[in-house]
Structure formats: C-alpha cells, structure tokens
C-alpha cells in the first residue's frame, strides 16, 4: 500500500485588507439591465458599452455593481460639467 502524502499546508496572515475592495455581487447583463437601468436599455447594449465586463470563458460575461454604478456616476459629473 502506498503511504500517502499530507499536503505542506501553511496559514498565511494577510496585512493590507484595505487594499481589498467589496465591490458589490457580480452581475449578468440581464440583471444590470433589469435592476440598474430598470429595463430601459436592453442586455445587448449593457453587453456592448458598460465597461469593466469580466469573462467566463466563451459567452458569459459579467460586471461588479458597484463599477456599474460608479461608472453611471462618472458619466452623470461629466454632464453636469
């Protein structure tokens, strides 16, 4: 029977969580859609022109809420300017 090897396992402490940044769930284009833009633009065009998109392989793209927030916020002060 062969011995079996227990992984070195070590915890690390992390420093710096200030660094680390909760930027809400992430989000389909359906969802950014329907909860953010209440239905008035469609999910091909938050697929098309909301930035910060993130890809799961071949079709399945995804956004944090609040960079969609934070970019509708940017585009709001650059309005009012």
Known sequence: ???????????????????????????????????????YRPPEWVRRNVPGKISFGHSTVMWYQKDVIEWIESLREGAVR
């Not at 915890?11 to 209440?38: D, K, P, Y």
Request: without cysteine.
């Open 1 to 39: 029977m062969a011995s079996e090897r227990q992984p070195n396992l070590q915890l690390v402490e992390r420093t710096g969580q200030e660094n680390s940044v909760h930027r809400g769930r992430l989000m389909t284009a359906h969802e950014v859609s329907r909860e953010i833009f209440g239905s």
